[in-house]
């Protein structure tokens, strides 16, 4: 079984702060690790995979397979990220089942 | 490029009463899921389907839940009759399969459902 745990349902930080998003998976295969992103009144969408290793709007995320966990960072927040922030797992070899987090949301105030 | 296209986006029903939910994947994705996600949660997969065939449904309701995908393009997912915790956003998505992995799961706006 796969599972996404995100211990933050709110995190509050102030513009120019750092942030952390937690993300811990559990999964006994090779797993492939997202983080999506949900602004306000928007669609759910991709904002990085790990695969990719890049920096997209700021944010970058580490697979740690000794701690599993994939946590986003961004050194200096920023107001317009403030949105909701899903982890999210892929098995590769069950095919694509995608499994996501509870979610966390980020609100970064001025 | 219009993207994962669902409808209706809202819907009001009274429970017991059926209610559908239509979804078109953006052209050329083969792998179609369909989500539900309850308030203050993240999305859980309700079936996904490779083409017409439904490979994964183990978290359907099937007592209540039925979901379609003729000719592997379009796909409805239905629910008769409907249940005051049936309430939440029906999210749809698709993506393609690259070589390697890692293909991204493109999601639609949702149609969020409210059993009264």
């Known amino acids: 079984a796969q599972r996404v745990t995100q211990p933050e349902k709110l995190l509050s930080v102030f513009k120019g702060a750092p942030v952390e998003l937690k993300c811990n998976y559990s999964?006994?295969?090779?797993?492939?690790l997202f983080w999506y992103v949900q602004y306000s009144r928007q669609r759910l969408q991709l904002l990085l995979r790990?695969?990719s290793r890049e920096s997209i709007k700021g944010f970058t995320a580490d697979l740690n397979k000794g701690e599993t966990s994939f946590h986003l960072k961004k050194p200096f927040a920023q107001e317009e990220d403030s949105a909701m922030y899903y982890c999210?797992?892929?098995?590769?070899?069950?095919?694509?089942?995608?499994?996501f987090g509870t979610g966390t949301q980020l609100k970064v105030e001025l | 490029e219009a993207g994962v296209v669902q409808s209706p986006r809202y819907k009001i029903i009274e429970k017991k009463q059926p209610v559908a939910f239509w979804c078109n994947p953006i052209?050329?994705?083969?792998?179609l899921y369909w989500y539900r996600q309850n308030l203050g949660q993240g999305p859980e997969l309700l079936i996904r389907?490779?083409?017409?065939?439904?490979?994964?449904d183990s978290q359907l309701p099937k007592d209540r839940f039925s979901a379609e995908r003729l000719k592997g393009v379009d796909s409805t997912l239905k629910i008769q009759p409907a249940e005051l915790g049936d309430s939440a956003v029906y999210l749809c998505?698709?993506?393609?399969?690259?070589?390697?992995?890692?293909?991204?799961?493109?999601f639609g706006q949702g149609t969020r459902l409210t059993v009264v």
């Open positions: 998505a698709s993506s393609f399969p690259r070589t390697g992995g890692s293909s991204e799961a493109f």
């Open positions: 999964y006994s295969g090779s797993p492939e």
């Open positions: 790990h695969i």
């Open positions: 999210a797992l892929r098995s590769r070899g069950g095919g694509n089942k995608l499994t």
């Open positions: 052209s050329g994705h083969n792998t």
């Open positions: 389907y490779e083409n017409e065939e439904a490979v994964d």
